[in-house]
């Protein structure tokens, strides 16, 4: 991938495309989850497809940094929105949090994460192109 980056031409460097893919590098590559998800909301054309491959490995990450950083806990929503969630998935956001290891409060409106343990989801196979 690097050796292709840097082959390109200056109007290469230029195309909407390639600066978008370029940023998604850069955000993948860095683990900037906040990053990653303002380009899959911004991303041209069929993009969002392309980047579906590496949204739940995001996710994953943006748990663990989460979960060590705001401690005793965190507010549901924010998250859901920070991951790139629509408002309207809460019940499926829930029950991929779960499966990832993040315990909710018992109204469900904040992840208590001093008592979450965050791993990859158990329940789908891992992506080879990742």
Request: glycine share 4%; aromatic share 10%; with cysteine.
């Given at each position: 991938?690097?050796d292709i980056m840097l082959q390109l031409s200056a109007a290469q460097k230029k195309d909407p495309f390639i600066i978008h893919a370029l ?60 991951l790139g969630y629509e408002v309207g998935e809460g019940h499926e ?38």
């Amino acid at each position: 991938m690097l050796d292709i980056m840097l082959q390109l031409s200056a109007a290469q460097k230029k195309d909407p495309f390639i600066i978008h893919a370029l940023k998604v590098r850069i955000a993948v590559a860095e683990s900037n989850y906040h990053m990653f998800f303002q380009l899959l909301k911004t991303a041209p054309a069929m993009i969002p497809y392309l980047m579906d491959f590496m949204v739940t490995p995001m996710r994953v990450t943006a748990l663990q940094r989460l979960c060590k950083a705001f401690r005793p806990s965190l507010n549901f929503r924010r998250v859901q929105t920070e991951l790139g969630y629509e408002v309207g998935e809460g019940h499926e956001v829930k029950i991929f949090f779960t499966n990832c290891g993040c315990i909710f409060s018992k109204d469900g409106s904040k992840i208590l994460t001093k008592d979450c343990v965050i791993r990859a989801e158990s329940s789908k196979e891992k992506s080879s192109l990742i």
